[in-house]
Every structure is written in C-alpha cells, then in structure tokens.
C-alpha cells in the first residue's frame, strides 16, 4: 500500500509556479535592469545640477523677502476680521 498524497500541497505547488510565472511575464513586460536604474538616476542628477547652476539669484528665496523686497502691511487700515491680511471682506468664503 502507498503513502498517502496531501492534495493541497500539489494545488498550492501549482498555484506558486503560475504566479512565479505571471511575475516573470510582468518582469520582462515592465521591468527594468539594474543598469538602467543607475543611468536614469545619473540623467537626473546631472539635470538637476544644470538647473541649479543656470539660477539667476543663489539665494534662498526666504531672504528676498526679509530684505524689504516684498510688500509691507499698511499700518494706516485695520486688520481683517479674519486674520488672513487680504484687505477683502471677512466672511465666509
């Protein structure tokens, strides 16, 4: 008399070596090598870098503001009922 076969372990078996397979499908569809990787990541980098260095103004542009670049508020009106410093209506917009 022969041992007896658990029927679960061949239908997960099955189940493991289709789904491998359906992932190996998607790899070669969608997929990219290691090498590829690298080279978009150096593309990037080296875009990057050339953004960087045709800046016209260096600085951050949180100092162009402290400068007295920007507007000041008007201390003549008052402030908006809202606090959002518009100069508009404080309703409910």
């Known amino acids: 008399m022969e041992k007896p076969v ?4 061949f239908r997960k078996d099955k189940a493991r070596t289709e789904k491998r397979a359906r992932g190996d499908a998607n790899a070669v569809k ?11 990541e150096k593309d990037r980098e080296r875009s990057a870098r050339a953004l960087d260095q045709h800046r016209r103004d260096p600085s951050p542009p949180s100092r162009l503001r402290t400068e007295g670049g920007g507007a000041s508020p008007d201390p003549s009106r008052p402030p908006t009922p809202g ?3 518009d100069g508009g209506e404080g309703g409910d917009a």
């Open 6 to 9: 658990n029927l679960n372990r």
């Open 83 to 85: 606090g959002r410093g």
């Open 30 to 40: 969608f997929g990219r090598t290691g090498a590829q990787k690298a080279a978009e």
